[in-house]
Nanobody, 125 residues
């Protein structure tokens, strides 16, 4: 079973960049979908981006499209979320998630069954 550990969060200024990393230990099948979600205080968890482990297909929420890039390094078993042109509304705890469901894209958190512990991203104006 895949275990997920996020890193790379922190404090950034509006307009800046951050790269989040997710380490995926365990078996990573080509059918695996890796996703990033975020949850701001007082708000529901929302989808950010997803990538198909095998084929590399990607999908983004409209809120981050054009500003973010999701990639994966199969050899290192890592998934990255590069976020540019950060906005204060990007402030949230960011979670890495995984699922073996074959459908893609998957942008609902109840479609994912493995989660990391989360990493805080704070963007100051």
């Amino acid at each position: 079973q895949v275990q997920l550990v996020e890193s790379g969060g922190g404090l950034a200024q509006a307009g800046g960049s951050l790269r989040l990393s997710c380490s995926a230990s365990g078996r990573t099948d080509s059918s695996l979908t890796m996703g990033w979600f975020r949850q701001a205080p007082g708000k529901e968890r929302e989808f950010v981006s997803a990538i198909k482990w095998g084929a590399g297909y990607t999908y983004y929420a409209d809120s981050v499209k054009g500003r973010s890039t999701i990639t994966r390094d199969k050899a290192k078993k890592m998934v990255y979320l590069q976020m540019n042109s950060l906005k204060p509304e990007d402030t949230a705890v960011y979670y890495c998630a995984a699922t073996n469901q074959r459908s893609f894209p998957l942008d609902n958190d109840n479609e994912y069954d493995l989660w990391g512990q989360g990493t805080q991203v704070t963007v100051s104006s």
